[in-house]
Each structure stands twice: as C-alpha cells, then as structure tokens.
C-alpha cells in the first residue's frame, strides 16, 4: 500500500498497544502466515499494554518507572506477566532481577516518541529497562527497540535504520521472515525476539502489514507485534481507523486518557 495516499495521524503509543491486542490471542496459538481475521473474540490488552502505557504515564509525569510500573502492574495483575515479573509486584520494595526478557523491549516506545536526541533515548531506555531487566541484554533491547521507533519517528530510511540498529547493538538483521518462519518457536527474550520484530516493520508495506508480519512467525505474538507496532506507527504515521476504534473499545478510561495526553504532547502530524 502506498502509504502517501494515507492521511497523517498523531498517533503514538497506541501503534504498540493495537499490536498488543492483536497478537493478544495468538501467543498461545501460533499461526504461520499474515492471513487471520486482525479481531476475534477474546482479542484484549495484554501486560504489553499495561507497562506500555505505565511508562508513558512516568513520562509524562516526572514518576519513578520502578514505582510506576510497580503500581500499575498490581492494579491489572491478571495480564499474562512473566512468572518473574509477578514475583516483582509481589515484593515491597522491588529490586531489579536481572532479567533479558522481552519485557523492557515491549513497553519502551514512549521513550522513542519522547525523547528528541538520540542521547536522551539511550538514556531514558535504560532507565525504564533497568529497575526490572537490568541485564546488558535486557538493557539492549530496551534501547533498540527505542532507537528505532526515534529513528522512524524522525524521517530515517529502513535502510539507514537498519544499519544503524545493527552495528550500535550488533544485531543481525540481515536475514528475511520468510527464511526464519518456518523454524522459528516461542521466545522471550531479548535477543530472539527484538532482531525479529524490527526485521517485521522493515518488510513492511504499511502498519497493518507489519503487524501481520510479525504475528507471522509465530512465538511471543503479542509482545513482538507491540514491538514492531511501535516502530511502523512511528515510521507510517498513519494507523487505520478501524484498528484504533477496537483498541479503543477494549481499553479501560484511564489508559486512554494517557494515551490521548500522550499523543497531544508528542504526536508528529508530519507526513513522510
């Protein structure tokens, strides 16, 4: 589809989210191709969604991430979390695990959309990463998926953006979907899902074909469709309608209103 025939939207973090719903019922039923209905009974936010929109909220104001995310997990505890993470909300005083899932990566695209300096990305996505995922790998691919929803955000080139990402982060990225998905199985972590999940928005055409792309290859759908979510909203500008009007519906009011403060103070209304 080409994406100049689309008029331009300020949306944000909810580019993330809606790829959250999305993949939401296809974690644990993995399918190996980018035809299925986008929409089923059972389709809802998952933890992706939660600590995404946690993040921003810290963003946006001035919070602690460790308390943030702290609070808002308890409060929707019946997400899919990581058995980790739950022993996380349980404590009192929560310390960092020195997890590299997938988690830090998943909830990070407020940072890219925030931030205007590559330094202050690197920054802010290690510091939302590391009061949880404070392993180097968690770490990285927290500050990955971030640069890259900057770099989209910004105007860059697939190209370019591909290039960068893989000598900042020293992932690989120079491999095709279509060669990895017939082999590729469930994985959380950091550095099985990250590289793939940008190799998605990269093949993609438009948002909702790099959605569709990363559900294809089966495994952690819901969080590597919000990683690739986040970073083609940035790149296209643009996300259908009807997607939004769902996620929209499933969301509690007090997501929304973060996400509509959100977009207000860092949407771009630029077209590519």
Known sequence: MNTNTHTTNTHTIIGAIAGDVIGSIYEWQTIK??????????????????????VADAILNKKDFAGTLWKYGRRHINRGYGGMFIRWLQGKKPKPYGSYGN???????PVGFAC???????DLAKRSAEVTHNHPEGIKGAQATATAVFLAKTGTSKK????????????????????????????????????????AFLESEDYEDAVRLAIS????SDTIACITGGIAA?????????????VHGVLP????????????????SSSR
Not at 103 to 109: H, K, P, Q
Not at 116 to 122: A, G, I, K, P, T
Not at 217 to 220: L, P, R, S
């Open 33 to 54: 191709t980018t035809d299925f209905p986008l929409f089923s009974e059972g389709s809802d936010f998952t933890d992706d969604t939660v600590l995404t929109v946690a």
């Open 160 to 199: 370019d953006i591909r290039e960068y990402i893989a000598l900042k982060f020293g992932y690989d990225l120079n491999f095709t979907l279509d060669s990895i998905r017939p082999g590729y199985e469930f994985n959380a972590t950091c550095q099985g899902s990250v590289p793939q999940a940008i190799v």
């Open 103 to 109: 988690g830090s990566a998943m909830r990070v695209s």
């Open 253 to 268: 009011e007090d997501f929304l209103a973060i996400i509509n403060r959100f977009d207000e103070m860092y949407g771009r």
């Open 116 to 122: 205007d300096s590559m330094e202050s990305v690197l």
């Open 234 to 246: 940035a790149w296209y500008k643009h996300i259908p309608d009807e997607i939004v009007e769902y």
């Open 217 to 220: 290859i089966g495994g952690d």
